[in-house]
């Protein structure tokens, strides 16, 4: 969204007819545009490492629940007895 405002604005640039004021707004606009550009794509690295890292914490904590599942298992087999034969 803000690399589309900024592309619209440096068109917008091209096309006007440039007076000072204008010029310096625009100029103003396009620094200000860069540098929200600037913030939001580092937000979205350290989103991106958060998720990551967030996304190994569950594998881990699967494993975990894995492995209680299986003792779990192993403990039920061990407390059932034996079937009997049919007579």
């Not at 929200?36 to 569950?58: I, T």
Request: hydrophobic content about 40%.
């Amino acid at each position: 969204e803000i690399s589309s405002q900024l592309r619209l604005a440096e068109a917008e640039m091209k096309q006007r007819p440039a007076t000072d004021a204008w010029v310096k707004d625009m100029e103003h606009k396009l620094a200000l545009g860069r540098t929200e550009l600037e913030q939001a794509s580092k937000l979205e690295s350290q989103l991106r490492a958060q998720e990551a890292e967030l996304a190994a914490e569950l594998r881990t904590e699967q494993a975990k629940a894995d492995e209680l599942a299986s003792k779990i298992e192993g403990l039920e087999r061990a407390l059932t007895p034996p079937a009997q034969p049919a007579r």
